[in-house]
């Protein structure tokens, strides 16, 4: 069962534009969140990440939203560039493994 | 380097054969785990080691899997008897602790014909 959900496979966005990327959890018991971007031919690359007593945290054009009453997590890219083009997963930390989901492809059009 | 380190990057074997796969982890990361990713599919937690502790093989999908960690470093994942299904990208990661994000590898594209 996923317990990790990014519903959206795919999003295309204008260059400059924001991008918001969604996730969705079910379990409760999840303390740290994280989001990862995937070029083709490589392995994931950490972006940003989130503790659950936390509901936002940036760091630079990216910023990390938690709302753990909806068990819900989004990842706001400002200003999108074309650049940031890559499969996104967002991950869930429980116990000793990081359960991710199936990704979002962004696609930033020049 | 600086980073995880996988080899070798494919790997193409035959059905029923043995397979092993390396993972060099940052150096003084404690934590280490393998995922692998199918065609169209998330990432799938296979093992997990940290320190000196008994591993958390929970996530191997049969007893064809194996994997050791030599020294608290060197981390090697071995698939027997190879089969179609096994085809996948297979991923290792670090981090300094538990708990805290993890970095990983280029990953190694295995392909069972």
């Known amino acids: 069962d996923q317990q990790v959900k990014q519903n959206s496979p795919s999003l295309s966005v204008q260059e400059g534009r924001i991008s918001i990327l969604n996730c969705d959890y079910t379990?409760?018991?999840?303390?740290?969140f994280l989001w990862y971007k995937k070029y083709p031919a490589e392995g994931p690359t950490f972006l940003i990440s989130?503790?659950?007593?936390?509901d936002k945290n940036e760091d630079g054009r990216f910023t990390v939203f938690l709302n753990k009453s909806a068990k819900h997590l989004s990842l706001h890219i400002v200003p999108s560039q074309p650049g940031d083009s890559a499969v996104y997963f967002c991950a869930a930390k429980g116990g000793n493994q990081f359960y991710f989901g199936t990704g979002t492809s962004l696609t930033v059009i020049p | 380097g600086a980073g995880v380190s996988q080899s070798p990057s494919n790997k193409v074997t035959e059905k029923g054969k043995d397979v092993e796969l390396r993972c060099d982890p940052i150096?003084?990361?404690?934590?280490l785990y393998w995922y692998r990713q199918s065609l169209g599919q998330g990432l799938e937690f296979l093992i997990y080691f940290q320190g000196n502790s008994a591993p958390d093989k929970s996530g191997l999908p049969s007893d064809r899997f194996s994997a050791e960690r030599t020294g608290g470093s060197v981390s090697t994942l071995t698939i027997q008897r190879t089969q179609q299904e096994d085809s996948a990208v297979y991923l290792c990661?670090?981090?300094?602790?538990?708990?805290?994000?993890?970095?990983f590898g280029q990953g190694t594209r295995l392909t069972v014909v």
């Open positions: 150096s003084g990361h404690t934590a």
């Open positions: 989130i503790s659950s007593i936390k």
């Open positions: 990661a670090s981090s300094p602790r538990q708990g805290t994000e993890a970095f």
């Open positions: 379990n409760s018991m999840f303390d740290y």
